[in-house]
């Protein structure tokens, strides 16, 4: 995902205007970026895959095996797992990328660019739709009910479908480029249209992957979190820990998702204004893209726990699917001894015939 020189002007991660290096005086190395990524990403990436696959493989298996989906965020909810699952798969070619740059190829190279790209949009809008979906829930009338029920497959589909469109600039525009010590796999545009193109692209990610999201979420959480409110100082109990949710939910979006699109946003302004002009800043506003992407995969980590496991009846499910794991891992475990014994005891009696006829 790295280059091996950058120029001052034109000189991010990820990004390549094919021009000549005859056409800037100033060339700014990166060894620096480099190292580090070969050391922070493989650590943060191995330990978002393992947290990440052991959460969503969790909920798949529940949804699949235990747990009818009897709501249009149940729905939701197992489309977000699966789009996690689908990003965090990714994540160990580009930990092997940081250390050893692109050995896979062009065909991998674009998969897995566009698969990153993707599922990393369809979990943010998959949230987007949970949060719409509560505050039809809230409003428990007979439009919101048919809405829910009729419209969600095609929701469902839609958002597959924005985040396959947006996921095919890298199947089109990504390769792999030589580098002077190593190949780096990272998308390559025409000069002619290489400003305009890269910067729509980021904004139009900040905008679909992270701004419209986060409005959709702040909008529905607010109307919720109003309607609590209103609920009789009875249930005060469960008004203030449904509130203390909502604002774990929010939260967590918020601070994992804001800095990476701040970062985002700050690289499209300078393809578009050519801000940064300084190796110095142009090196700490790559570590800064480093460490903030890590940062919003981290929530690929957090969903289960988010949006399925804090759920009673979801809970549930979890130990019975672990009680049911352990029922039938006894169950083996004495199938294995019975099979054992049976053996020995054959044993035994084909030496004491043998010794018998002798």
Not at 38 to 52: D, E, H, K, N
Not at 72 to 89: C, G, H, K, P, S
Request: glycine share 4%; aromatic share 12%; net charge positive.
């Amino acid at each position: 995902m790295e280059d091996d020189e950058y120029f001052y002007y034109m000189d991010h991660e990820n990004d390549s205007f094919n021009f000549s290096y005859d056409d800037y005086h100033t060339v700014c190395d990166k060894e620096e970026v480099r190292s580090f990524a070969r050391v922070f990403l493989p650590a943060i990436y191995t330990l978002a895959l393992v947290v990440g696959l052991a959460g969503n493989s969790m909920v798949v298996a529940v949804y699949i095996y235990y747990k009818r989906l009897k709501t249009m965020t149940d729905v939701y909810i197992l489309n977000l797992a699966v789009a996690d699952l689908l990003l965090l798969l990714t994540l160990p070619f580009w930990a092997a990328d940081a250390v050893r740059g692109w050995e896979l190829g062009v065909a991998m190279c674009k998969v897995t660019s566009a698969l990153y790209c993707m599922n990393f949009s369809c979990g943010m809008l998959f949230l987007a739709c949970i949060s719409v979906d509560r505050y039809l829930a809230l409003s428990n009338n007979a439009m919101g009910r048919a809405i829910r029920r009729n419209h969600c497959l095609l929701v469902c589909l839609s958002v597959w479908a924005v985040a396959f469109v947006l996921g095919i600039p890298d199947m089109v525009f990504t390769t792999v480029r030589p580098g002077t010590t190593r190949k780096a796999c990272m998308p390559i545009y025409p000069s002619s249209m290489a400003v305009p193109t890269k910067a729509s692209l980021e904004i139009l990610e900040v905008t679909l992957g992270f701004l419209l999201p986060f409005l959709v979420m702040l909008f529905c959480y607010s109307r919720v979190a109003c309607a609590l409110y209103r609920v009789p100082e009875v249930t005060q109990g469960k008004k203030w820990r449904a509130f203390k949710v909502l604002m774990v939910v929010v939260g967590v979006f918020i601070v994992t998702q804001l800095p990476y699109n701040i970062v985002k946003f700050c690289r499209a302004m300078d393809v578009i204004y050519a801000l940064v002009t300084h190796c110095e800043i142009s090196k700490n506003l790559d570590m800064a893209m480093q460490i903030t992407e890590s940062l919003a995969l981290t929530h690929s980590c957090l969903n289960p726990i988010l949006y399925a496991f804090i759920g009673a009846s979801f809970r549930q499910n979890i130990l019975k699917a672990m009680k049911s794991f352990g029922q039938r891992r006894r169950r083996l475990r004495h199938r294995n001894e019975q099979a054992v014994e049976i053996s020995l005891n054959s044993h035994t009696a084909s030496e004491d015939t043998s010794t018998f006829t002798i």
